[in-house]
């Protein structure tokens, strides 16, 4: 007999819901007696055998102190294994919810900075674009005077729990799992990235700058090499059969709201696998949803983080989401999540929301990804100049914000990890600044990919993921950058920046203009401080009548641009060159 390991390793005195899972991992662990010094409610305690490991749940009693305690398992024989465990006074911090004041800058570790304090690992390959590059936690907390600079508030790492994966070779491709998202232990970093002290320290040093910390956390999915897959904690520890890997997804989590959806189609989009390697774990299975629970909270509690951002959301039970949600709220009322709901229609991201929200009745902060703004400003560029009234698809997205409880609170993009980049769609330094421009001033909860500030445009060397994710290491290694670079990265600043400053922008409200000869208007306004922006969405020089805005321009007669501090008179007509959006300051006057 033998005790490997308890997960969660410790836990934390103060907690609001008494009851405590452990799932403690050795060797020969059936039919064992469970003990423990510390105070628990007697009759609360119920055993689950698995091949090698017995989960217990049991009820602590109340205010805990926090110390060094022990549990004891004793088998058939008499014979006993002591192990230590811990309580922790937990923090009680107060979390500043993600909100429209925020800009997420989102991350992928391995190919972002490598930090010349680590050695890097054997097995990095940066000619493979599937391979593990060598970016680590250690380089990120070295550039965050960089990040902090450029002007966002908060940072999202892709996940960086461990991915012990051994190589894949598929058509000749030798595939790893650096991206982070299969997963082989919850409850600790992946060796390519660091250590948990690491984690901790960038957690950290980030809140030293002011800037929040987002952690990518997955329920849906783990790795068909996590050591469950060995031995199944309980029979329906995942859905499928590990000898039989049970069919994929269908990858339509329309299903979810569907009301004429087949029970299978339905089905198929919680219970298949995500890939062939990522088997599906069952959330109704109320043991497994205890474990990803408590996962989440001493995630939480250990390194301090601001935000969740939670992985493939709607392929996950939905029932059992609100669960975990419930409990987020009542440890950590105003809690930021942030759910992936790749849908590219606003009705049904809409709908997600409004299903989220009255599901719960919490004061959890559910935070949408908008992949409808995405595919809808992208789709602004599409062909040329073909479409008559051009901007009405950003109208016509904006159009559809009354279908949603809370447009707000929705997270906006205009590419991320899982999407060709900006620039490889749409080609050109004036539409990327343009489409930016509307990314930070829009309604929205804005999300910056790393590299776009130095105009990355997919060239990963590979087809794919591998394609979006180059790396960014030669910014930091000495690297000159283009004059375009500089260009971009200066605009970014200047634009991420007075975003901070302005109220209109992160509190104001909208009112936009029906889209004419191509150039699209919105006002943005919070008391006394007015903000228009114009967007000239077409590959000519256009002139605009002001006139038309009068309303809303009232008595004002000049207005002044933020990023250039170049002054308009209002009573004319202003040109915009192709593909050009102005950001417009209007001082109200006493």
């Known amino acids: 007999m033998r005790i490997d390991r308890i997960d969660p390793p410790c836990w934390f005195s103060g907690m609001k819901d008494t009851s405590l899972q452990m799932m403690i991992y050795g060797n020969n662990l059936t039919d064992v007696k469970f003990e423990t010094t510390l105070p628990i409610i007697d ?41 230590p465990y811990h309580i922790v006074a937990r923090r009680n911090r107060l979390h500043n919810p993600i909100d429209t004041s925020d800009v997420i800058y989102l991350i992928m570790p391995d190919r972002y900075a490598r930090s010349t304090q680590k050695e890097l690992p054997s097995d990095i ?7 593990w590059h060598g970016g680590n936690i250690r380089g990120i907390i070295e550039q965050l005077d960089y990040i902090k600079d450029l002007g966002v508030t908060a940072i999202w790492l892709t996940p960086v729990f461990e991915n012990n994966n051994p190589s894949q070779k598929i058509d000749g491709k030798v595939y790893e799992t650096y991206h982070g998202y299969s997963i082989t232990n919850f409850y600790d970093l992946d060796k390519h990235y660091g250590n948990l002290r690491d984690y901790c320290e960038l957690v950290v040093e980030a ?50 709201f569907d009301k004429y959806a087949s029970a299978s189609d339905k089905a198929a989009t919680v219970n298949g696998w995500f890939t062939d390697s990522m088997p599906d774990l069952n959330l109704r299975n109320p043991d497994v949803l205890k474990y ?19 992985d493939t959301y709607l392929y996950s039970d939905f029932d059992a989401m609100q669960d975990w949600q ?3 709220d009542l440890e ?13 229609d606003a009705p049904y991201t809409a709908r997600i929301q409004h299903e989220i929200l009255n599901s719960n009745k919490t004061k959890v902060p559910c935070i949408i990804m908008d992949f409808a703004f995405q595919k809808r400003l992208e789709k602004t560029f599409y062909n040329g100049d073909v479409r008559e009234n051009k901007g009405t698809e950003m109208y016509d997205h904006f159009v559809n914000d009354f279908l949603y409880d809370d447009p707000n609170n929705t997270l906006a993009f205009i590419d991320n990890h899982d999407l060709p980049r900006w620039l490889s769609v749409n080609k050109g330094v004036k539409k990327l600044k343009q489409a930016l421009a509307i990314l930070m001033t829009s309604p929205r909860i804005p999300q910056l990919y790393y590299g776009t500030e130095l105009l990355m445009s997919g060239d990963g060397k590979g087809v794919g993921d591998g394609n979006y994710r180059e790396d960014m290491f030669y910014k930091f290694s000495g690297g000159n950058l283009s004059i375009r670079q500089n260009d971009m990265l200066d605009y970014v600043k200047r634009l991420l920046n007075w975003r901070k400053s302005s109220k209109a922008i992160t509190q104001g409200t909208m009112v936009h203009y029906v889209p004419s000869n191509g150039c699209y208007a919105y006002f943005r306004r919070y008391k006394k401080e007015c903000v228009v922006v114009i967007s000239n969405l077409t590959g000519k020089k256009i002139s605009v009548d002001m006139q038309r805005f009068r309303t809303h321009i009232g008595e004002y ?4 641009e933020v990023l250039s501090n170049k002054t308009y008179d209002l009573n004319k007509q202003i040109i915009l060159s192709s593909y050009r959006s102005i950001i417009l300051s209007l001082e109200c006057n006493e």
């Open 557 to 560: 007669r000049s207005a002044t």
């Open 125 to 131: 390959d940066v000619k493979n674009p599937n391979g």
């Open 332 to 344: 950590y009322p105003g809690f930021s999540i942030i759910v992936e709901t790749w849908v590219p």
């Open 292 to 310: 990803l629970t408590q996962m989440t909270i001493w995630w939480i509690e250990t390194a301090d983080i601001d935000a969740i951002r939670m």
């Open 43 to 83: 009759n609360s305690v119920s055993l689950t055998f698995g091949c090698n490991c017995v989960i217990v749940n049991f009820t602590l009693q109340k205010n805990v102190p926090s110390g060094e305690y022990s549990v004891t398992l004793t088998n058939a024989e008499g014979k006993s294994i002591q192990y």
């Open 326 to 328: 419930r409990r987020m």
């Open 207 to 256: 809140h030293r700058k002011g800037l929040k910390v987002i952690k990518d956390v997955v329920f849906n999915h783990c790795s068909i090499n996590h050591p469950w897959l060995k031995n199944l904690p309980q029979d329906d520890w995942i859905n499928g059969i590990y000898d039989t890997p049970g069919q994929l997804t269908n990858y339509s989590v329309t299903t979810i």
